[in-house]
């Protein structure tokens, strides 16, 4: 009998799959938002007009085509519980594009003396240029994903991205929410509730949506009245901010921009990526079979048109895929969800709703997150890896430093030339976090493997990761001495800097011949 397709297209299950698979959407194009806006002072119309209708657009079309899948799926197999891959904007390397590429840029354009519009427009056009160069990246190691995965151990990929989730996606938004803790905390605690210890909400109700409603109940009841104090701003009228997400060549402007930010974005494209292939084998294992291939070219693809349309954050497929099976959802979600964000960022009504949810009450949702895929860098990886994994969370946490003690990359970096000088203990406190937290990313997946490779008995093979380690130093891919933290080459720096890179490079050359040396012991032995 010839298999057909089910007969309902949207369930009750799809109604659920929507609230949450929006929801967190909108949250982390919201924390873009106040991070670009707030934070830098990017004006908000290259944040509403500009950025957020091509990014919306990479959502729209992801979704689109993981919904046909599905239902190619379900006509394949006769099977009416066919659920479609969520996909959305993904939240450690978006909140990583606004704190570490987008915001720092356009302080340094405002540094060079160009106005807010100036800066604002090409600092758009390096986020167009860094999603373009991390879909063509996507795209290619698409075809490769099993040697992406048997290249860098698993500890050192959920590590580094555990790593950003911790303190960037975890640490960072809980630093908001207890700004206006009255709001935040009651909204954090009803996620934890609902998703971390698993208890069931009144009627139902999705953890994720549960403490939306929390969170604007309270921030909108009490507010007003004055029991918030600074903390609440009332909302702004209602502008339709319509942006249509044109095709357009300004990326290429953007890209010479993007070299200085490569160590960042390289491994961004990497991440989702392995990400990819984790989720596809997660959805198998839940019953629904889609080939990995497949799933990485439509997320590949769904990026490079996000850029080449004004997109600043790429799509990624979400791990929850069993989680919305679990709940009910089928083929419909992804297809609305799709078509709200998308049409959102053309008619402008995301952004709206981005200026009526404060900060306080989206945050809860991003350390949920980051919670989640900490936890997963630990059960995912063989347990006699956790220590490989934890060393791995140091460079993130260096950075995140920087970060809150007065990034060189957003403020004046004249004003740390004195930190670059050896004090009586050798290099100083605060040069020796802003090295450490340069490329922090490749440092997290380089000292997670060699620690892995040294676990597993393979010391040479550590010796020969560390040996890499130098190489990638020497260069600024990481641990550069600039404080911008571009990469260089070496001989053209001044004296100061080079005698701080032969430090570092010397450092990871002294380790790999010491295990070197521990491998010919061991092996006589």
Known sequence: MAATLPRRRFTGGDLNGVLGLVVDNLSILAFLATALVGIFGVPADIVFRRMFPGTALGVLLGNLAYTWMARRLAHRTGRDDVTAMPLGLDAPTSIGMALLVLGPAFAAYRRAGMDALSAGEATWRLGMASLVVMGVLKFVLSFAGAWVQRSVPRAGLLGSIAGIALVLMGFLP????????????????????????????????????????????????????????????????????????????????????????????????????????????????????????????????????????????????????????????????????????????????????????????????????????????????????????????????????????????????????????????????????????????????????????????????????VALGGVLTLFGIIHSVDPVGTVYLPWMLEAGQRVLVWQFVAAYGALAVVLWGLSMSSHRG
């Open 174 to 465: 809980l630093v908001e929410i207890m700004r206006v803790p009255v709001v935040g905390f009651a909204g954090l605690g009803v996620v934890l509730y609902a998703l971390v210890a698993k208890r069931r909400l009144p009627f139902g109700l999705p953890g994720v949506l549960g403490a939306f409603f929390v969170g604007v109940l309270l921030y909108y009841g009490l507010g007003p009245i004055g029991l918030l104090g600074s903390g609440y701003h009332a909302p702004a009228a209602w502008q339709w901010r319509i942006g249509f997400p044109w095709p357009t060549l300004g990326f290429v402007d953007g890209l010479s921009a993007t070299v200085p930010y490569l160590p960042l974005i390289l491994p961004f494209g990497l991440l989702m990526v392995v990400g990819g292939i984790n989720v596809t084998e997660s959805a198998r294992a839940a019953g629904d079979d889609y080939p990995t291939r497949d799933i990485l070219l439509v997320e590949a693809l769904a990026t490079l048109v996000a850029g080449f349309c004004g997109g600043v954050a790429q799509t990624t497929p979400y791990i929850g895929q069993p989680a919305y099976k679990a709940m009910g959802a089928r083929t419909g979600y992804t297809l609305v969800t799709g078509l709200v964000i998308g049409l959102g960022g053309v008619f402008g009504y995301l952004s709206n709703l981005v200026e009526l949810l404060p900060v306080a009450v989206l945050a809860p949702i991003l350390v949920f997150v980051s919670i989640g895929i900490t936890t997963q860098a630990f059960e995912a990886t063989p347990l006699r890896y956790a220590g490989a994994v934890v060393f791995s969370f140091f460079p993130a946490i260096a950075r995140m430093l920087a970060i809150k003690l007065g990034d060189p990359s957003i403020v004046d970096p004249a004003r740390f030339a004195t930190l670059y000088a050896d004090d009586s203990h050798g290099v100083s406190a605060m040069a020796v976090i802003a090295i450490l937290g340069n490329g922090f990313i490749i440092t997290s997946m380089v000292w997670a493997s060699f620690v892995v490779a040294m676990i597993d008995g393979h010391v040479r093979k550590a010796a020969g990761i």
